[in-house]
């Protein structure tokens, strides 16, 4: 095992991170959330990963993402998320694919993956890859609303059926039940009351990529992306094996 990762390999074992090696995984959004999730899952021995996001970075990111800093700022997030990985492990198998997801490019993202990650904003999108996932059998994980929240306690792992509270959670239920599609894949999400609601305008509006400015913090934010790729690593390896003793 390489040095890097030795001290994982000697809590989860050599099979476990031979599955983490061997893994493929979507995740779409490199952002407050994804970014997060993404230096977890690279830190944690991730062999294969396709990353996806069509915005670039700002200096109004750098209070919450991870690739976000001076010198990133007007740099595509896909290509400041691949350098930053590639600077971690410059074994690691990575395609950065600069897009807005959508009903017509979504099937072409998920195929060959093991796992979605979903940390994008976009109802819509959302919702398309839950369809695609579910009509291709792979295995989707999404973080619901981060935004506005303060009460890191709060945050919570559970389907999209069980879900309370969240708004953003409330109105992907909302439409993916509308469509027939199953709502018991795994979220994170928080409960936190907070003053905002998901209309039926902002669900349907034309373009979801303009988006209302919402104010966060990292600390929530990177909790949701880390519990997701806390997540990941444990469907990855096996719940069974995840928690043996080695």
Same mark, same amino acid.
């Given at each position: 095992m390489r040095e890097e990762f030795l001290r994982l390999e000697r809590l989860l074992g050599e099979e476990c991170m031979a599955r983490l090696e061997g893994a493929h995984v979507l995740i779409a959004g490199v952002g407050a959330v994804g970014g997060w999730a993404l230096e977890a899952l690279v830190r944690s021995g991730l062999? /294969?990963?396709?990353?996806?996001?069509?915005?670039?970075?700002?200096?109004? =990111?750098? =209070?919450?993402?991870?690739?976000?800093? /001076?010198?990133?700022?007007?740099?595509?997030?896909?290509?400041?998320?691949?350098? &930053?990985? +590639?600077?971690? =492990?410059?074994? +690691?198998?990575?395609?950065?694919?600069?897009?807005?997801?959508?009903?017509? =490019?979504?099937?072409?993202?998920? @195929?060959?993956?093991? +796992?979605? +990650?979903? @940390?994008?904003?976009?109802?819509?999108?959302?919702?398309?890859?839950?369809?695609?996932?579910?009509?291709?059998g792979t295995t989707l994980m999404s973080s619901m609303g981060a935004a506005l929240r303060r009460d890191l306690g709060a945050v919570r792992v559970a389907p999209l059926s069980k879900t309370s509270g969240c708004p953003l959670a409330r109105s992907v239920r909302r439409l993916v039940r509308k469509e027939g599609l199953r709502d018991d894949y795994l979220t994170v999400y928080s409960p936190e009351p907070?003053?905002?609601?998901?209309? &039926?305008?902002?669900?349907?509006?034309?373009?979801?990529?303009?988006?209302?400015?919402?104010?966060?913090?990292?600390?929530?934010?990177?909790?949701?992306?880390?519990?997701?790729?806390?997540?990941?690593?444990? /469907?990855?390896?096996?719940?069974?094996?995840?928690?043996?003793? /080695?």
């Open positions: 062999g /294969h990963v396709r990353i996806v996001d069509f915005d670039v970075v700002m200096p109004s =990111n750098i =209070n919450r993402q991870v690739v976000a800093v /001076h010198s990133s700022i007007g740099m595509r997030k896909v290509e400041a998320a691949s350098r &930053r990985a +590639l600077d971690i =492990n410059p074994m +690691l198998d990575i395609e950065a694919v600069e897009c807005y997801i959508d009903d017509d =490019n979504v099937d072409e993202l998920v @195929c060959g993956m093991d +796992l979605v +990650l979903d @940390c994008i904003d976009s109802v819509k999108s959302k919702v398309a890859l839950v369809r695609s996932c579910q009509k291709s907070v003053v905002f609601d998901y209309s &039926r305008e902002n669900e349907e509006r034309e373009d979801e990529r303009v988006k209302p400015t919402l104010g966060s913090m990292m600390t929530v934010t990177a909790l949701f992306g880390l519990s997701l790729a806390h997540e990941a690593i444990r /469907h990855i390896v096996g719940p069974e094996d995840f928690l043996a003793l /080695h």
